[in-house]
């Protein structure tokens, strides 16, 4: 095996260890991530019907005997023009807040442990100097890493 190759193995583990690593700080988050994940389905199946919209828009006004879909009339199917982007736009307000606190969340759970963890580290440990206690305090953090991911999920 080349050293590239190696090199690529290497880089594809080590970002699945890391993508393990994200997936296990959002997973007190699945709920709203879920329900999220859900809302952006409603928001694309709007977005997927407009190109559709369109065309039957321009089908129904380039006729001369214009017919509209399932035998609406024109203010039902206005109505239901109106309700379905409504809902579009409301699910993508409704998924953007939820991703948003749920980032929020895991944020500030990372930095509860972080302080955590500085907080109980000994005085001499602060003590030697700047540059010191930020190299042992990512040490200390990779540990727990190292923790968290043998504990079963």
């Known amino acids: 095996m080349s050293p590239?190759?190696?090199?690529?193995?290497?880089?594809?583990?080590?970002?699945?260890?890391?993508?393990?690593?994200?997936?296990?700080?959002?997973?007190?988050?699945?709920?709203?991530?879920?329900?999220?994940?859900?809302?952006?389905?409603?928001?694309?199946?709007?977005?997927?019907?407009?190109?559709?919209?369109?065309?039957?828009?321009?089908?129904y006004f380039s006729t001369v005997n214009p017919a509209i879909l399932f035998g609406l009339s024109t203010g039902q199917a206005s109505v239901i023009l109106l309700l379905m982007f409504t809902a579009g736009a409301t699910a993508n307000a409704e998924r953007t807040m939820r991703m948003c606190l749920a980032g929020q969340r895991v944020v500030a759970r990372l930095r509860e442990q972080t302080y955590g963890a500085a907080l109980r580290l000994e005085v001499e440990f602060v003590e030697k100097g700047e540059g010191d206690i930020l190299s042992r305090l990512s040490c200390i953090l990779e540990h727990r890493w190292r923790e968290r991911e043998a504990e079963p999920v």
């Open 4 to 59: 590239q190759n190696r090199r690529a193995g290497f880089e594809s583990g080590k970002s699945a260890s890391s993508f393990r690593k994200i997936a296990a700080l959002a997973l007190p988050e699945r709920k709203p991530l879920g329900i999220a994940i859900g809302l952006f389905l409603v928001l694309t199946t709007v977005s997927m019907s407009v190109p559709f919209t369109i065309g039957k828009l321009i089908d």
